[in-house]
């Protein structure tokens, strides 16, 4: 039950890290809390929350991921190396690329609402 506790604790850990870090991080919560906002003032069914949900947890996922990848890669080839900026690029774009699916996912709920 201990190692539980611990895992969830460096879980939260990382996501303090996370928001406490990362500029891109806090403007995803600040977005979020929009959403959050305008899904209560139109009334999203389950579903359209379900949606949400999963398009704002994709984009933290990946958000965190990319933030991993960085204080990796910075601590264990300080110096500027080809293929780590690959690695951090590709990074950021997964993180771009899901920030794009949360907007059309986004779209296609808040719309219908207008």
């Known amino acids: ?3 539980r506790f611990r ?3 460096y879980a939260l ?7 406490s870090t990362q500029a891109n991080a806090r403007i995803h919560l600040t977005a979020l809390m929009g959403v959050i906002t305008a899904g209560l ?16 947890a994709m984009v933290f ?3 965190a991921m990319n933030s991993a990848l960085e204080f990796l890669a910075d601590h264990t080839a300080p110096q500027w ?3 780590v900026q690959k690695a951090k690029d590709l990074a950021a774009g997964a993180v ?5 699916g ?8 808040f719309v219908p609402h207008l």
């Open 96 to 100: 771009l690329l899901a920030a794009m």
């Open 41 to 56: 003032l139109v009334g999203l069914d389950s579903g359209e929350w379900t949606a949400i949900t999963l398009a704002v």
């Open 13 to 19: 850990r990382g996501v303090w890290t996370l928001l």
């Open 61 to 63: 996922s990946a958000e």
């Open 7 to 9: 895992s969830f604790k």
């Open 81 to 83: 190396h080809d293929k």
């Open 1 to 3: 039950m201990r190692r």
């Open 102 to 109: 949360a907007l059309a996912v986004g779209l296609l709920v």
